[in-house]
């Protein structure tokens, strides 16, 4: 077989390629090369022996290929190329819809921003987290009892014996915890929790919620009041006086509830606070020590608190009815394109 060399010619064809062609040149030019290269080398391929027919034959199929895989692409490019074209003939993506009004963020969106601003320049990591989890990070590593009455399907929605919706982001922050080997844990779960209640003014079977657990050996109460008091003062203002309550919840030991005063009479009673001044924010603790043991993790100590974003936004923005929050009304949703 008369040798050729196959890279000057695959290269002096590529360089016509790259030249301005419409779909017909391409073609002729691939006639072009087959006629002149690789036909000879099929008449060459008929009178050759035996033993020579599958080398060349190798070949040709080979360098073939070559010839095709360049045309090919070439066609493909001037393809795309007028289907490009065609489409801006049709349309411009480009021009501006004067229908089209700027819109704003939804007061929960507004408040869970500011609170995962406040904790991020505190070095925590933010976990959005899955909404469908395993009943073991909702309640047993929780330390939430068996007989307990949100483990009834009166109470949450389970989808089966060991998985279900969450009912609070803590579940989220226990999972984050589990097995985590780090000596500093700083993390921040927020988005959509589940509980069977009638929908009202005051209650919704879906709403927000924002956990936050720090764990290290050295923390104790005061950086537990610390944290919350900086981050209620951060929402509501320096002058925002804070209270810490004790209370009861599986997953703490001590356990609070904290209020701050209320935003509508700044203290001094009304029947938005039950003429008692306060308005309960949030529940906090240090975690239970059954908690860190089904963490899995070496640290003793750590703090956690949940937030109710609804309730936030009740308080903040002078809401009346939870239900307003959801409902995709604009004229309410209006009211805070400034806020944005």
Same mark, same amino acid.
């Given at each position: 077989?008369?040798?050729? +060399?196959?890279?000057?010619?695959?290269?002096?064809?590529?360089?016509?390629?790259?030249?301005?062609?419409?779909?017909?040149?391409?073609?002729?030019?691939?006639?072009?090369?087959?006629?002149?290269?690789?036909?000879?080398?099929?008449?060459?391929?008929?009178?050759?022996?035996?033993?020579?027919?599958?080398?060349?034959?190798?070949?040709?199929?080979?360098?073939?290929?070559?010839?095709? +895989?360049?045309?090919?692409?070439?066609? +493909?490019?001037?393809?795309?190329?007028?289907?490009?074209?065609?489409?801006?003939?049709?349309?411009?993506?480009?021009?501006?819809?004067?229908?089209? /009004?700027?819109?704003?963020?939804?007061?929960? !969106?507004?408040?869970?921003?500011?609170?995962?601003?406040? #904790?991020?320049?505190?070095?925590?990591?933010?976990?959005?987290?899955?909404?469908?989890?395993?009943?073991?990070? +909702?309640?047993?590593?929780?330390?939430?009892?068996?007989?307990?009455?949100?483990? !009834?399907?009166?109470?949450?929605?389970?989808?089966?014996?060991?998985?279900?919706?969450?009912?609070?982001?803590?579940?989220?922050?226990?999972?984050?915890?589990?097995?985590?080997?780090?000596?500093?844990?700083?993390?921040?779960?927020?988005?959509?929790?589940?509980?069977?209640?009638?929908?009202?003014?005051?209650? !919704?079977?879906?709403?927000?919620? /924002?956990?936050?657990?720090?764990?290290?050996?050295?923390?104790?109460?005061?950086?537990?009041?610390?944290?919350?008091?900086?981050?209620?003062?951060?929402?509501? $203002?320096?002058?925002?006086? /804070?209270?810490?309550?004790?209370?009861? #919840?599986?997953?703490?030991?001590? !356990?609070?509830?904290?209020? /701050?005063?209320?935003?509508?009479?700044?203290?001094? $009673?009304?029947?938005?606070?039950?003429?008692?001044?306060?308005?309960?924010?949030?529940?906090?603790?240090?975690?239970?020590?059954?908690?860190?043991?089904?963490?899995?993790?070496?640290?003793?100590?750590?703090?956690?608190?949940?937030?109710?974003?609804?309730?936030?936004?009740?308080?903040?923005? $002078?809401?009346?009815?939870?239900?307003?929050?959801?409902?995709?009304?604009?004229?309410?949703?209006?009211?805070?394109?400034?806020?944005?």
């Amino acid at each position: 077989m008369k040798r050729i +060399n196959t890279e000057e010619i695959l290269e002096e064809l590529q360089k016509k390629l790259a030249n301005d062609l419409n779909e017909t040149q391409v073609i002729e030019l691939r006639n072009i090369y087959v006629n002149k290269y690789i036909n000879p080398i099929y008449q060459e391929l008929k009178l050759a022996s035996n033993s020579e027919k599958r080398e060349i034959g190798n070949f040709v199929n080979i360098f073939k290929g070559q010839i095709n +895989n360049l045309i090919d692409a070439t066609l +493909n490019k001037i393809k795309h190329e007028q289907e490009n074209k065609q489409h801006k003939l049709d349309y411009d993506i480009n021009i501006d819809n004067v229908n089209l /009004v700027k819109g704003g963020l939804t007061p929960i !969106s507004l408040i869970t921003n500011d609170i995962i601003a406040f #904790f991020e320049k505190l070095n925590f990591q933010v976990i959005d987290g899955n909404e469908v989890v395993l009943t073991k990070f +909702n309640f047993d590593h929780l330390n939430i009892d068996i007989h307990h009455p949100s483990r !009834s399907y009166q109470d949450s929605f389970f989808i089966n014996a060991t998985t279900m919706l969450r009912t609070h982001c803590t579940a989220t922050t226990a999972e984050a915890l589990f097995n985590n080997t780090s000596s500093d844990i700083r993390v921040i779960t927020f988005g959509n929790v589940y509980r069977n209640d009638e929908d009202d003014a005051t209650h !919704s079977h879906q709403f927000n919620q /924002v956990d936050i657990i720090w764990a290290r050996d050295d923390l104790n109460l005061k950086n537990l009041k610390w944290l919350i008091s900086s981050l209620l003062k951060h929402l509501f $203002g320096e002058k925002v006086q /804070v209270r810490f309550r004790l209370s009861h #919840f599986p997953f703490t030991e001590p !356990s609070f509830e904290v209020d /701050v005063t209320c935003t509508n009479c700044h203290g001094k $009673g009304c029947s938005m606070c039950k003429h008692t001044g306060w308005i309960e924010i949030l529940g906090a603790g240090m975690f239970h020590e059954n908690v860190m043991k089904a963490a899995n993790v070496k640290i003793k100590t750590a703090l956690a608190a949940g937030i109710g974003i609804d309730r936030l936004a009740i308080l903040k923005y $002078g809401f009346n009815d939870i239900r307003d929050l959801y409902s995709n009304d604009f004229r309410i949703l209006n009211q805070f394109k400034k806020v944005c």
